[in-house]
């Protein structure tokens, strides 16, 4: 599964070379020399990247590295201008950011379908009907030849809400209950290898949550799965923690979840962030009174949910639901 996901990849684009111009003589009975008539050479086709919600990795790429748009024909004669190259779609996961070859940012895809025309097909050149009243009848042009470059693919998944905890804390059990996804779930750690989205539906209003790997200590200098995948969270708007009520160091676990991402990038603690403690259908209301009372030293805002008893579940869906309202 892992080795299918590729949110980061290089690839050479080029799109189509113009077609050349013709030449041609419209010979009749009572011009020999013939009338120049040779058309223009056809566009060059254009390669666009385009954006397709179906799809959330660069896997497709891997293996197709090279991308060059199919050139314009040769003009005809009877001053026909040839055909146009056809255009080269490249489809891409919303978030997808697209980099030339020397990183820099020259596109961002966002909506589903939208269309980012990176290099233009060459102009076709001129045949010798254009030039019919200069001095060289033959004369003609050639078409544009167009030069490609490498660029730069990198995928920052979009979505409202991301979801941060430690392993095997129900993070994808929670996402499988709120939305249609089906992420894999499983009593050990690392089940989540990859991201997943799914969408929630609320109000005559959506939105979308992704689920990320889980975070331990250390994953900044490489421990579990790093943290690499935390730049998946850094468009998300809210950062819902989870915390698992059924060990104990919920404090503590809480503050190493801030570190790690403070070593990733210190702007993810400026987010909005809501932090719950999963599984409560493990503990009693005593030991939940002790929870809330050592996180109020942090004057933090915790609440309590379960993905099997449901505790919690419409409370958390309607503080998401209000707080990207309030955005
Ligand atoms: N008691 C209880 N167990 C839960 C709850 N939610 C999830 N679990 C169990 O906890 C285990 C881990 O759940 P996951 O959803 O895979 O946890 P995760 O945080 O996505 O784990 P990673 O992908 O490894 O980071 C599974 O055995 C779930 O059945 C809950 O609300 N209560
Ligand atoms: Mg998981």
Not at 151 to 176: A, M, Q
Not at 312 to 318: C, E, F, R, S, T
């Amino acid at each position: 599964m892992k080795d299918n996901f590729i949110d980061f990849i290089k690839i050479f684009c080029k799109s189509g070379d113009g077609g050349d111009g013709f030449v041609h003589f419209n010979k009749t009975k009572y011009r020999r020399k013939g009338k120049p008539d040779g058309g223009s050479g056809g566009k060059g086709g254009d390669l666009i990247i385009k954006g397709n919600s179906h799809i959330n990795t660069f896997y497709h790429l891997k293996y197709h590295r090279h991308w060059i748009a199919k050139s314009g024909y040769s003009g005809k004669k009877n001053n026909l201008t040839g055909g146009n190259g056809k255009n080269l779609y490249i489809d891409v996961p919303i978030g997808t950011i697209i980099k030339d070859v020397n990183k820099n940012i020259i596109a961002e895809i966002i909506n589903n379908n939208q269309k980012k025309i990176l290099f233009q097909g060459g102009k076709g050149g001129h045949g010798n009907f254009f030039f019919r009243k200069s001095k060289n009848p033959y004369y003609y042009q050639y078409g544009i030849k167009t030069i490609g470059n490498w660029i730069f693919l990198e995928l920052k998944i979009l979505s409202d809400v991301g979801l941060i905890g430690f392993p095997n804390v129900g993070k994808s059990t929670l996402l499988s209950i709120l939305t249609n996804a089906k992420p894999k779930i499983g009593n050990y750690s690392f089940t989540t290898k990859i991201p997943n989205l799914g969408m929630v539906k609320m109000n005559d209003s959506s939105f979308i949550i992704g689920d990320i790997p889980g975070i331990i200590e250390k994953a900044s200098e490489g421990k579990g799965l790093g943290h690499f995948f935390l730049k998946h969270v850094e468009r998300n708007y809210i950062l819902l923690f989870l915390i698992s009520a059924e060990k104990e160091n919920q404090k503590k676990k809480y503050l190493i979840l801030l570190n790690e991402l403070k070593q990733f990038n210190i702007q993810l603690l400026k987010k909005k962030r809501l932090l719950v403690i999963s599984k409560s259908d493990l503990i009693d209301d005593n030991k939940k009174n002790k929870i809330k009372k050592i996180f109020s030293t942090l004057k933090e805002n915790i609440f309590f949910i379960s993905s099997f008893s449901k505790e919690g579940i419409q409370k958390l869906k309607y503080i998401i639901w209000k707080t990207l309202k309030l955005k």
